[in-house]
């Protein structure tokens, strides 16, 4: 990409919200919200539906002022500064085209806005129609394309400005699975060619884990963890996190003994070596092992492994991995998911043994 | 086949409205296309002279232009009325219905009248003007096309109000958010986005209202004090008080296929759904 623009140039803005705070009547939308959004990066709000990560980019965008708090931008206080001088781009949900007016009249709108001479307006709108693939439909009304299409239109129309921050809402959610994904390489494609700060929102954890950055959670108007996708879905802080980010097994323990970097408990009766990435404050706790992280063998694994026994319940066949349904002793369920390609099929109701790597295993809070 | 016996039964729920239609509309109305070519003799004598008579052309252009005025006035009002009604404050909303509805409850006969009260040479407006000493002599508010146009202006506001609020609250408020986060100010946002997505409202509303006002009766009888008639009282004086059957029901004829015209090309441009919401 010769000519795109590099992250970290000065078209990339950089915002930083402090303490924000939003309440709808008794409502607490969001609570004394702080993050740090980096120049040029792509940061996905993740979190169920009513967990305040679309408040907060309405907030962002400039549509909905925050109760309290304050937001900045590249070191100035934008937190009064209306949606319409802020220019930030952004992509609804359901696209929010102009129904009435075709697709290149829908990206030029807002250079038009910005009193753009009719020459510019042309070239612009060209060089954006050709960048999301759309030659050939630029005279035709939203309405006469696919979802696909229109979902380009509407990137296009917010970033045919060059604004310094993009600002995604759910945008995918009305795709079917196939056409999300193209979506997904497509924005990423743009994200690398413009360097423009993305913030994106979505319900959606793989997609969250597969775009962004960095992955900013949210739950009951809180900011529960921040950080690259491996950390938060190998390294979750808490309960919920761990398990919003992808199916989990929960092992809970009995005396916990913390020694420095890693921690050792007991399950049923074998010690169990784990992680400890959070300062745990009661003493309650279980141990936290992705199920694709597991492996079942008939005889105990033991070098930097921990292994526990199990009885096969049942297994479910994907394609590329098959899950196997497991209880152990004590009753506590666990799922392992194995590439089917490697293993021979285990039979149901057989005793195992499944093991799971010490790194790969990690110590949360009970019931947080 | 359930669909089936389902669909005639929705068919006898419009079973009596259709009766009636045909009853008290359709077959007195081909009674009426019958003397326009009988009345006085067979033949299209009064076509021609419709065609002809300078009195008769003359009632046609001023109901087409009264109608052309009142159909702007009323429009542009609505439009307003209706767009506090959808986008304003809740005191905002229920002024607006108040205004909307109440003239609604009232006949249209109290209205002509209530008007002339106001509008004529020593009512209410002239007379006030008069006695602050803004003039000497009242102004001509009545009796007059002025006073047709005031009166069937207000009368209609509502029926404008209803197509254009429907229009205006199909409006996706995302697409006006999108436009404000592109920098859009607020006046570009009305003119070059809300305003033509409530275009089918506006078609919808200026046809009601045209064809309605062209069928104006009381109003102009009253407010226009028989110097500014309109087609429908002329359709009224050829019948009852002149012997002049025909003329009537020829100019009769004339207005329904006018109507029918205007309608079939509306139809052709917007769905009848979307003009009345």
């Known amino acids: 990409m010769p000519q795109s623009m590099q992250p970290g140039d000065a078209k990339a803005a950089e915002i930083k919200a402090v303490s924000i705070g939003k309440t709808f009547g008794a409502f607490h939308a969001l609570k004394n919200l702080s993050l740090d959004i980096g120049r040029g990066e792509f940061l996905t709000l993740l979190g169920p539906s009513g967990s305040g990560k679309t408040t907060f980019l309405m907030i962002l965008a400039g549509f909905t002022a925050p109760t309290t708090g304050r937001l900045m931008m590249d070191g100035k206080d934008i937190t009064d500064v209306p949606a319409e001088d802020r220019s930030y781009g952004m992509v609804f949900q359901g696209y929010a085209l102009f129904p009435h007016l075709t697709v290149e009249q829908n990206i030029a709108f807002p250079l038009k806005v910005r009193g753009r001479s009719s020459a510019d307006v042309k070239q612009k709108v060209g060089e954006m129609v050709a960048r999301v693939g759309l030659v050939g439909h630029e005279k035709k009304l939203p309405a006469k394309l696919s979802g696909g299409q229109q979902q380009r239109v509407a990137l296009a129309r917010a970033l045919v400005f060059e604004p310094s921050v993009l600002l995604l809402d759910e945008p995918f959610s009305a795709l079917d699975k196939n056409l999300r994904e193209m979506m997904q390489q497509e924005v990423k494609r ?64 009995d005396t916990v003994e913390l020694n420095g970097e890693t921690a050792a408990g007991k399950f049923e009766d074998r010690t169990i070596i784990l992680n400890k990435s959070i300062t745990l404050a009661g003493k309650k706790a279980v141990a936290a092992v992705r199920p694709e992280h597991m492996f079942i063998s008939a005889s105990p694994q033991t070098s930097d492994c921990n292994a526990i026994t199990c009885r096969v319940e049942g297994a479910t066949y994907f394609g590329a991995s098959t899950k196997y349904h497991l209880r152990t002793r004590s009753g506590t369920s666990l799922a392992v998911s194995m590439p089917t390609a490697s293993t021979s099929p285990i039979a149901p109701q057989s005793d195992v043994w499944v ?8 110590l949360l809070p009970d019931g947080g | 086949m359930i669909g089936k016996s389902v669909t005639s039964r929705k068919i006898l729920l419009l079973a009596p409205l259709l009766l009636f239609l045909g009853l008290a509309y359709v077959v007195p109305f081909l009674g009426v296309v019958r003397w326009s070519f009988t009345m006085p003799e067979v033949g299209l004598g009064q076509y021609r002279a419709l065609m002809t008579d300078p009195l008769v052309q003359s009632v046609f252009i001023r109901t087409l232009r009264i109608c052309l005025i009142v159909t702007a006035a009323v429009l ?31 006949s249209v006969l109290t209205r002509a009248f209530g008007w002339l009260a106001m509008l004529s040479n020593r009512g209410l407006i002239n007379t006030w003007l008069q006695s602050a000493g803004i003039i000497s002599e009242p102004l001509a508010l009545a009796r007059n096309e002025l006073g047709v146009i005031i009166g069937m202006t207000h009368f209609l506001i509502p029926f404008a109000v209803f197509p254009i609020a429907s229009a205006m609250r199909s409006i996706d408020e995302r697409v006006l958010l999108a436009a404000r986060g592109m920098g859009a100010s607020r006046t570009r946002i ?49 019948i009852f008080q002149s012997p002049d059957w025909g003329l009537g029901a020829a100019i009769s004829v004339v207005l329904v296929v006018f109507i029918g015209i205007l309608l079939a090309l509306m139809r052709r441009f917007i769905k009848p759904a979307h003009m009345i919401g």
Request: aromatic share 16%; proline share 5%.
């Open chain 1, 190 to 253: 743009l994200h690398q060619e413009t360097g423009t700060t993305f913030v994106f929102v979505t319900h959606d954890q793989s997609e969250a884990l597969a775009l962004s950055s960095r992955v900013a959670i949210f739950n009951h108007g809180e900011l529960l963890q921040v950080g690259k996708p491996q950390d938060v879905y190998e390294r979750p802080s808490n309960r919920f996190v761990a398990e919003f980010l992808g199916e989990i097994n929960l092992l809970p323990l």
């Open chain 1, 355 to 362: 093991s799971w790597p010490v790194h790969q295993g990690f």
């Open chain 2, 76 to 106: 542009v009002t609505a439009y307003a009325i209706a767009y506090v009604w959808v986008r304003g404050s809740s005191v905002q909303r229920m002024l607006a219905e108040f205004c909307i509805l109440v003239p609604f409850w009232i």
């Open chain 2, 190 to 238: 009305f003119w070059t986005v809300f305003v033509p997505l409530t275009y089918g409202g506006l078609i919808g509303a200026a046809l009601i209202v045209f064809v309605f006002a062209l069928g104006f009766f009381v109003t102009p009888a009253i407010l226009g004090g028989g110097r500014s008639v309109m087609v429908a009282e002329l359709v009224y004086l050829r």
